[in-house]
């Protein structure tokens, strides 16, 4: 069996700055970053204007790229294994991997968390390109312009009253007709000019062209009516897993 000092799931920043502590201190680590977000949510956003030390800023990929580089530079080994399930009831503890068992001394735990997404049409073609799953990342590139928020809880409130710092109109869209967000979230938005609500409504598709987002068609669902509702960005607002 395979054994190692320092393993650590999960290859986001998170992962990968532990992976340039570890390696640093000759503790040779070794990632399992998975295949289906590999580097994380930083991934999926265009550019990063908030990292220190890039003023001009940097595409997100690229900066997962160079985090991996910074890491493997001293010795770090990332490998894209799909880890099924750990034992910690020993020492050392037990990795079960799709591609075979490890043993490691020393394990961290970096997985951190990935958006939710609706899985309708346009939703992943105009990722980065108006659609959206964080407004505290891409909230500054929609200056004066109209977006939309899908969602009723609290995250959906919290992405749209941040939104209204930069946006001129703010629509949340809702499956029904009262959110369920917390009562103090609620009466933010409601008092939030800005803010418009459109209620019993689901989103059936991301419309855009080159340029990126220009709207998203409706579905009304209790009359079964369509209709497009003009925006230039697309937030999800329904939570993390």
């Known amino acids: 069996m395979e054994q190692r000092k320092v393993t650590i799931i999960g290859g986001g920043p998170a992962g990968l700055t532990a992976a340039i502590y570890a390696s640093r201190a000759m503790l040779d680590p070794l ?13 999926t ?19 997962i790229e160079r985090m991996r580089q910074q890491a493997t530079r001293f010795g770090t080994e990332i490998r894209t294994d799909w880890v099924t399930s750990v034992d910690l009831s020993r020492r050392p503890f037990r990795i079960t991997t799709d591609q075979g068992e490890i043993e490691t001394a020393t394990l961290i735990i970096a997985t951190g968390a990935s958006a939710k997404y609706l899985g309708i049409p346009g939703e992943k073609e105009f990722l980065g390109k108006g659609v959206s799953a964080c407004a505290t990342c891409d909230g500054f590139f ?33 499956r029904r007709d009262q959110l369920r967000a917390s009562k103090i979230m609620q009466e933010r938005a409601f008092a939030n000019e800005k803010i418009e609500f459109v209620w019993n409504s ?17 579905k009304d669902t209790q009359t079964g009516e369509e209709r497009e509702l003009e925006i230039q960005g697309f937030f999800l607002g329904i939570g993390h897993k």
């Open 31 to 43: 990632i399992l970053q998975g295949a289906v977000e590999p580097g994380g949510q930083l991934t």
């Open 45 to 63: 956003t265009t550019d990063v204007d908030n990292f220190p030390g890039f003023p001009e800023g940097i595409m997100g990929p690229e900066l």
């Open 142 to 174: 929609f200056r004066d312009q109209v977006v939309a928020v899908v969602g009723g809880g609290d995250t959906a409130m919290e992405e749209a009253t941040f939104l209204t710092r930069f946006a001129s109109k703010v629509y949340v869209i809702h």
């Open 202 to 218: 689901i989103a059936t598709e991301v419309l855009g062209n080159d340029q990126g987002v220009t709207a998203v068609r409706l």
